[in-house]
């Protein structure tokens, strides 16, 4: 868990940014945005299993 926590403390701005144009786009485009969620979730965890540790220490690009 601490990784998760070190990973959205590092990026957290940006995947709030990510949500909110995603948002945007549900809202005033289509709602066939809504398929892109499940995709951050994962693209979130990937990142954050692949770049730190257990620890929460980065370990690198």
Do not use: H, Q
Request: charged share 15%; glycine share 6%; net charge positive.
């Amino acid at each position: 868990m601490k990784r998760f926590k070190a990973f959205w403390k590092a990026t957290g701005w940006l995947w709030t940014v990510f949500f909110v144009i995603l948002v945007g786009l549900m809202t005033f485009v289509s709602l066939v945005f809504v398929a892109a969620v499940p995709l951050l979730i994962v693209i979130f965890i990937y990142f954050a299993l692949v770049r730190y540790d257990e620890e929460g220490n980065f370990i690198g690009a």
